[in-house]
């Protein structure tokens, strides 16, 4: 009678013994869940092996397997090692971003005023939008959503010429689609986007078009911020954790705690509370207990007491359709409503992004982290062979800098400085500084377009004010915005230090102290502000 006996360790990539007068052989290279092949004129193996563990097994030891399929051989005895089993890897391929064109804007307001929030230009020759773009396709992401709204025109311009995947041709199945703000039939349809939750609930349908039916987990990002991240290090920690939702958060001091939506977590790191822009005592009752359970050290969780959201999610696919369509159909907003109401019965969980991040949020803050990128050893840098930040390709050439004193700034590209003192500022695409100026703790966003050396002589001629800025001007603590227009011998410095001041038919706000010179605005010669 055939007969066999056997037993195996089991462990990734080990192969299972071969069993004696081939009646059972080996056909994977995995322990659990691999195929057998029986041998026709072998015994029904599974009714044998029952049989023969009623009768002949009485005791069992833990860790120890028994194997015995006939009563004619000897019992034998292995050590059984339980399974290893891999972590799911993040796919790339399983991910889509939805990128929030932003609202109106108002406290970047007037930066605001003819362009969205994303649209807004930094660093030079950047614009805000490119952010997270770059930051998604650093992060192999591939299929992004673009949700706009307010002032969408330059931000549709923008991602049009910079961002145009595969320029008709195949890009594989990576896409970049602008989602604009629509109305549709019947009366829900008739309303703008109430919030940054209902602007992706009325695109909700296109998650369950057919090209995105493996989109596995979906990136809410915000237009507005300024950080580089590699999103799959996040969306990996939500798979490792077995969550629904997943918030990015930056450990907050107490100083700005009560301008973010602050969590609270538990041992596990998934978040038992979360509160929206709390002040007064609902804020002291948000300080976190310890910090330290994030990865922060003794001394910064002194420091940083609170956990802030970053207004960056991952969700998961079939949880976010949930949540939006029927959990809170009539909940609008992500961090006032959606993710308190989550926390309460889904697992969300807080991932710690302990690096440089700004909310681009209000005037002062822009100005800030535009200023802050001219300093020594900076706190962000755009520059990273390794993840570099892409813009729309303008093919301008080298700045041509004629007998200039510049310390501590950033020259972009195209510019013309002549006998000019730039420090502690920013110069953007196509500038033009003429001899005399003094340019001091100034971002200025450059121009659009040249103007030829005739036509600004023509304009000179004719008492106009070319694009740039003229002669013998000083400018401190300013924010000149594009195609403005300032003539010779304007001092801008604020000497009177007023915080808040509207002037836009002389061409300029203030906001926090910081003078904001509109875009195509026109200061005349020898104007003082």
């Not at 695409?429 to 040249?450: F, I, K, N, P, Q």
């Amino acid at each position: 009678m055939d007969s066999f006996c056997g037993a195996s360790k089991a462990s990734a990539g080990a192969n299972v013994v071969n069993v004696n007068k081939g009646s059972i052989k080996n056909e994977g290279t995995h322990f659990w869940g691999e195929r057998i092949k029986k041998n026709p004129k072998s015994r029904d193996l599974s009714a044998l092996l029952w049989k023969n563990l009623r009768s002949g097994v009485k005791k069992a030891k833990p860790g120890v397997a028994y194997s015995v399929l006939t009563s004619d051989v000897n019992k034998e005895i292995v050590t059984f090692e339980a399974p290893v089993f891999e972590t799911q890897q993040a796919d790339p391929g399983n991910v889509a971003s939805i990128i929030l064109g932003g609202g109106a804007g108002t406290r970047l307001f007037p930066l605001t005023s003819k362009r969205a929030k994303p649209a807004v230009p930094i660093g030079g020759c950047y614009r805000l939008i490119d952010i997270p773009m770059s930051n998604c396709i650093n992060s192999g992401i591939k299929k992004i959503f673009i949700l706009t709204q307010f002032n969408s025109f330059s931000l549709n311009r923008h991602i049009a010429r910079t961002y145009n995947l595969g320029n008709g041709v195949s890009f594989g199945d990576g896409f970049v689609e602008v989602l604009a703000a629509t109305q549709t039939p019947g009366e829900a349809g008739k309303k703008w986007f109430q919030g940054t939750a209902d602007a992706v609930r009325q695109f909700i349908w296109v998650f369950e078009d057919a090209k995105n039916k493996n989109v596995e987990h979906v990136l809410i990002l915000s237009g507005d911020h300024l950080y580089r991240m590699n999103y799959m290090e996040f969306v990996q920690k939500h798979i490792d954790t077995n969550a629904d939702v997943t918030v990015s958060c930056v450990p907050m001091d107490d100083s700005r705690a009560s301008d973010y939506g602050l969590m609270k977590i538990d041992n596990t790191g998934r978040i038992v509370q979360f509160a929206e822009k709390p002040k007064g005592p609902d804020l002291k009752a948000m300080v976190q207990v310890d910090t330290t359970l994030l990865g922060l050290s003794r001394q910064e969780a002194m420091q940083f007491p609170y956990i802030a959201s970053m207004g960056v999610y991952v969700f998961r696919t079939d949880v976010l359709l949930k949540l939006l369509r029927w959990s809170y159909p009539s909940c609008n907003d992500f961090g006032s409503e959606i993710i308190p109401s989550a926390v309460r019965d889904h697992n969300v969980q807080a991932y710690l992004f302990n690096d440089y991040w700004e909310d681009i949020g209000t005037v002062k803050s822009f100005f800030d982290a535009n200023l802050g990128l001219t300093k020594q050893a900076p706190k962000f840098e755009f520059y990273d062979p390794q993840t570099p930040f892409f813009t729309s390709p303008r093919f301008l050439p080298p700045t041509k800098v004629d007998r200039c004193r510049i310390v501590d700034a950033i020259i972009s590209h195209g510019c013309f400085l002549r006998e000019c003192s730039v420090q502690h500022s920013i110069v953007g695409v196509r500038s033009r500084l003429e001899s005399g100026v003094e340019l001091t703790d100034t971002m200025m966003m450059g121009a659009d377009y040249y103007q030829t050396e005739s036509e600004i002589a023509s304009l000179l001629a004719e008492g106009k004010v070319p694009i740039g800025v003229g002669q013998n001007t000083k400018i401190r603590n300013c924010i000149i915005d594009k195609n403005a227009k300032i003539g010779k011998d304007v001092i801008i410095t604020n000497a009177d230090g007023v915080e808040e001041a509207d002037r836009p038919s002389e061409g300029f706000y203030i906001r926090s102290g910081i003078t904001a010179v509109l875009k195509n605005a026109t200061i005349k010669d020898g104007t003082l502000i």
